[in-house]
């Protein structure tokens, strides 16, 4: 399965950013199946979690960006997304996508986030 991110960018603090992910090769035709989240690594960091999107259209979020971040998908285009808003420079990182349980996939190169105080 190859993941490719997109749609990070320069934001000043307060914006918004929508990020995609797109996946294909061999998964499952079901692509709302498979367990799926956004995770992001700031410099010297480890990569976390910060969104999760579960069977069933159940969602979670790391406190540090509930109520502020969407994780949404989109069968038809094996595509995950994340809406952000009211970004912040502890938001800069390299978001990736990737699945959320089981083995993960191979990791995508990444969609980096700068957020400008």
């Known amino acids: 399965v190859r993941l490719v991110e997109s749609g990070g960018g320069l934001v000043q603090a307060g914006g918004s950013l929508r990020l995609s992910c797109k996946a294909s090769?061999?998964?499952?035709?079901?692509?709302?199946?498979?367990?799926m989240g956004w995770y992001r690594q700031a410099p010297e960091k480890e990569r976390e979690l910060v969104a999760g999107?579960?069977?069933?259209?159940?969602?979670d979020y790391a406190d540090s960006v509930k109520g502020r971040f969407t994780i949404s998908i989109d069968n038809t285009k094996r595509s995950v997304y994340l809406q952000m808003t009211n970004l912040t420079p502890e938001d800069t990182a390299v978001y990736y996508c990737?699945?959320?349980?089981?083995?993960?996939?191979?990791w995508g190169q990444g969609t980096q986030v700068t957020v400008s105080s």
């Open positions: 990737n699945r959320i349980t089981g083995p993960r996939w191979d």
């Open positions: 999107y579960t069977t069933g259209s159940s969602t």
């Open positions: 090769g061999s998964i499952l035709s079901d692509f709302r199946a498979v367990p």
